[in-house]
Each structure stands twice: as structure tokens, then as C-alpha cells.
């Protein structure tokens, strides 16, 4: 699965879905290209690639902004601007540390939102949904 091929900490499989947010506009167009739920355990850490992908016709430079309402984020790893030619891709790597403490249920959601430079209102996002399951 694609979700297996990123980390071996998956405890099941999950769902992986590529999306298209925003039309290509005047040449310009992004794309985040993962929305996944994990399905982990409370101590675990992990790099979660997040692919940002150039669609348009044009070169353009992207704001890639990371938010969280946890601290399970490792903000510092976090290239926050990124210029990328029409076609190319950066993959961002998330990096999250689970805290011993969280509990069992416990869910948390990160949203990566690519934002256009060149093109007011034109971004694409995703989210990494993480799952605490009980220690088995």
C-alpha cells in the first residue's frame, strides 16, 4: 500500500487518496498530493513524506505552511518556502513524535497547505490524520 511504503510503523492499512483542489490558473497550479490516516501507538516516531508537486505550465514559488493543535510536530524540520519549476515536486517530511503519555483514541490532525506565490487564493492541502490506538 502506499501508506506501508513511507513508514513501517503502520499498524493497518490506510486510506490514501490524491486530490485536485484548484483548476489550473493562467498557467499556475499546485498540487499536495497525500491525505492518509495513521493508525499508531503512543511513543512513536516518525517522517511522514509529504510530496508538493508544481502542476501548472509555469515556475512558481509556494509557501507550505504546517499546522497542528498538538505538539506532535517537530516544527524546525520544516522547509517553509520552496520554488519549484512546472512539474517538479519537493517532499516535505513531516516529523512526528508521539508522546508516551497520549491516550489510547486520542487523534490529532495535521494540515499542510501549499500556498501560490504568483497566484492570490490558489493552494492545495492536505491532511495527515494520526490515530492512537491501544497497546496490544
Do not use: M
Not at 491525505?35 to 505550465?57: E, L
Amino acid at each position: 500500500s502506499p501508506c506501508a511504503q513511507h513508514s513501517p510503523r503502520f499498524s493497518r492499512p490506510c486510506a490514501f487518496h490524491t486530490f485536485w483542489s484548484h483548476p489550473i490558473h493562467s498557467g499556475y497550479a499546485v498540487l499536495v498530493s497525500a491525505k492518509v490516516i495513521v493508525r499508531t501507538q503512543a511513543g512513536t516516531t516518525f517522517d511522514y513524506p509529504v510530496p508538493v508537486r508544481n502542476t501548472g505550465t509555469l515556475p512558481d514559488t509556494y509557501t507550505v505552511e504546517i499546522t497542528s493543535a498538538s505538539s506532535w510536530v517537530d516544527f524546525r524540520q520544516i522547509t517553509h518556502e520552496i520554488t519549484l519549476e512546472s512539474g517538479q515536486e519537493h517532499v516535505f517530511p513531516v516529523h512526528v513524535v508521539i508522546p508516551q503519555t497520549a491516550q489510547a483514541g486520542a487523534e490529532e490532525v495535521i494540515t499542510i497547505v501549499a500556498r501560490s506565490h504568483e497566484v492570490i487564493n490558489l493552494q492545495d492541502s492536505a491532511e495527515l490524520r494520526i490515530q492512537i490506538e491501544p497497546v496490544e
